[in-house]
Every structure is written in structure tokens, then in C-alpha cells.
């Protein structure tokens, strides 16, 4: 059961109208790691889990703060769009201050949502649900949090390079500090359950389906061989149960691929000789 509180999680409040910078923002609200992308991601993993309870409490905790956040970013992005000048597009082409200053607005803040945000990226793609994970395996799905929260933060870091709005700032700042305690969580949670499960998912695979005289070998498939001189060419392997090596000239083992002649009914190109 979810409740609405009628406050913001933080401060969602520019200095001034910016609807060019708005239309930046979208990124972090509708893009792939943007902030609908984690809330649906988490709360999916949460309402499927069926694990242990603890993980599924932080699942669904973070979920719905990632809610919050999408409240905040959406705030922001509608008081950066308000009162724009609508009619002023038409001659940004004319006037090269108005140009600079709505010539990279969104059109569809203006015709669409009526200088509100939308679930979209900075371009106007439409969010996509194909951005979210939940599995059903804890590992592999913190494994993917992991990563959401490190290209969020990213992009986070990146639009506060591109602004000098106070107010923008400071939600930034504190979605900046929010990621760096979600990527510590999901790293802890990691750990956790690599100790109790192993470091390879699914750790439930028999031995005897995996073709094992292949599972630590590191690969030389492209020029030079510098990637022969990092941890992961030799040594004992992080799941502890083999020793990485290194394979200079990786031999095929499959033979010549052939097929055979297409049927008639398929209309193909029959064989030439």
C-alpha cells in the first residue's frame, strides 16, 4: 500500500525559469538510468522477492524513496519551465538571445504537458519498461542495481557541471549523496550474498552441465596483450574454485560452419555447382 505525503523528500526549487536546462533534467527522470527506471526497477524486485526479508525491506525502502525522487525531479523540472515564454519560439530564429535562451526547449513541454515534465529522456524518447531488471535472483539483480545507481550518479555529476542555478545545486547535491549510499548498499548487500551464495550466478548450475576446461580462461581475441597483465589472467579466481589463465592464441573448436542447402519451398539461392 502506498501513501502520498504532501512534502518533497528535499528542496526542488531553481532560482529562475530555465527551460533549456529542463529539458537536460529529463535525463535523469526518464532516461534509461534515470529516476523511474530505479523506482520501477526496485519496486518489481521487491514485489517479486522471495527470499530472505531483509532483502526484500531494502528493496522495497529504497523503491519507494526512488518515488520520491521522481516527485522532486518532475517539481523541478515544471518550476524550471515557469513562466516560459511559449510564443517566443517562433522567433528564436530571429533573435539570437531569445534563441539562446528557448532555441533547446522541448517542444513537448510546451505543446504536450503544458510546462510540465514527461516520462521521457532528454531527446523526447519515451521511458521504456525494457530498462528495468528484476530477475528473480538477488545477486544478479543488486549486481544491476549496482550499475543503475553508478550511470545515475554519472549523469547526476554531469548536469552540475552544466548549471550555475543555486537551487538546482542543491537538489543535485542531494541526489548525488543519495546514490553514493545506494551504490554502498547494493556493494554490501553484494558482498553479503556472495559469501552465502558464491560469486556466480545462478550458483545453483550442476558441474556437470558446465563444459569446465573453459570457465577460467581469459581470451586473447583482439590485438596486443595487454589485458594478460591484470588479475584476471592468472591467479586464483574470485569464486575460489578455479585459477585463471591466460590463452594467447584461443584454437576454434567448433569446425567449419556449414549448412545445408535450403529447402525448395523457401525459395533460397540453390547451390551454384
Same mark, same amino acid.
Given at each position: ?80 519551465? @515557469? ?10 530564429? =530571429?533573435?539570437?538571445?531569445? !534563441? #539562446?535562451?528557448?532555441? %533547446? ?107 569446465? @576446461? ?10 596486443? =596483450?595487454?589485458?594478460?597483465? !591484470? #588479475?584476471?589472467?592468472? %591467479? ?38
Amino acid at each position: 500500500m502506498f501513501s502520498h505525503k504532501k512534502e518533497l523528500q528535499f528542496h526542488a526549487k531553481p532560482e529562475r525559469p530555465d527551460p533549456v536546462y529542463a529539458k537536460k533534467l529529463q535525463e535523469i527522470l526518464g532516461g534509461q538510468f534515470g529516476e523511474i527506471s530505479v523506482a520501477m526497477q526496485y519496486l518489481f524486485q521487491g514485489w517479486n522477492a522471495r527470499g530472505d526479508e531483509k532483502y526484500k525491506d531494502l528493496i522495497m525502502d529504497t523503491g519507494a524513496e526512488e518515488m520520491g525522487h521522481v516527485e522532486m525531479i518532475a517539481t523541478m523540472i515544471a518550476r524550471l519551465l @515557469d513562466d516560459a515564454p511559449i510564443n517566443e519560439q517562433e522567433k528564436a530564429a =530571429e533573435d539570437p538571445v531569445i !534563441g #539562446s535562451i528557448m532555441g %533547446g526547449m522541448n517542444p513537448h513541454h510546451a505543446i504536450v504537458s503544458g510546462l510540465g515534465a514527461m516520462p521521457e529522456n532528454s531527446t523526447g524518447v519515451p521511458w521504456n519498461a525494457g530498462y528495468i531488471v528484476a530477475s528473480g535472483n538477488m545477486l544478479a539483480d543488486f549486481r544491476a542495481n549496482l550499475n543503475a545507481e553508478s550511470q545515475g550518479r554519472l549523469q547526476v555529476a554531469r548536469l552540475y557541471e552544466i548549471t550555475d542555478d543555486p537551487g538546482v545545486k542543491d537538489m543535485l547535491s542531494f541526489l548525488l549523496a543519495r546514490d553514493t549510499m545506494h551504490q554502498n548498499q547494493w556493494i554490501a548487500a553484494i558482498k553479503e550474498l556472495e559469501e552465502k551464495r558464491g560469486t556466480t550466478v545462478p550458483s545453483t548450475v550442476p558441474s556437470d552441465w558446465e563444459a569446465t @576446461d573453459f570457465s577460467y580462461s581469459l581470451m586473447n581475441f583482439s590485438e596486443g =596483450e595487454e589485458s594478460k597483465k !591484470g #588479475s584476471w589472467a592468472s %591467479g586464483k579466481a574470485p569464486d575460489g574454485n578455479g585459477e585463471f589463465d591466460y590463452v594467447k592464441k584461443p584454437k576454434a573448436h567448433g569446425g567449419k560452419q556449414e549448412l545445408k542447402p535450403a529447402p525448395s519451398y523457401v525459395h533460397g539461392t540453390p547451390p551454384l555447382d
